[in-house]
């Protein structure tokens, strides 16, 4: 069992930036990926990156490469996402999620969850 606690996220003009936090505690880290999701209203869950944590190899969608960044801090057993140059369209619930499964890029290969925090960013 692994649990997930979630912080951050928040309301933020365009181009700005925010930081959520994953804290982790559970089963051993040592084959796991800590990944993130999001969800707008009315649009299915999508990745929006992954990172393994024994080697911190770190995946990314298109749509945030070069603009958000997925980091972990071993000692706190912590991942991170830092979001910078906000767009109106990264508007959604942010979830953070874990997985023991070799593939990293669908909803479905999670099977932990954080309860998620809005993000909100206007134009």
């Known amino acids: 069992q692994v649990h997930l606690v979630q912080s951050g996220g928040g309301l933020v003009q365009a181009g700005g930036s925010l930081r959520l936090s994953c804290a982790a505690s559970?089963?051993?880290?040592?084959?796991?990926?800590l990944g993130w999701f999001r969800q707008a209203p009315g649009k299915e869950r999508e990745f929006v990156a992954t990172i393994i944590w024994s080697n911190a190899i770190t995946y990314y969608a298109d749509s945030v490469k070069g603009r958000f960044t997925i980091s972990r801090d071993n000692a706190k057993n912590t991942v991170y996402l830092q979001m910078n140059s906000l767009k109106p369209e990264d508007t959604a619930a942010y979830y953070c999620?874990?997985?023991?499964?070799?593939?990293?890029?669908?909803?479905?290969?999670?099977?932990?969850w954080g309860q998620g925090t809005q993000v909100t960013v206007s134009s």
């Open positions: 999620a874990a997985t023991y499964a070799s593939t990293w890029y669908h909803s479905q290969e999670y099977n932990y």
């Open positions: 559970g089963r051993t880290f040592s084959s796991l990926a």
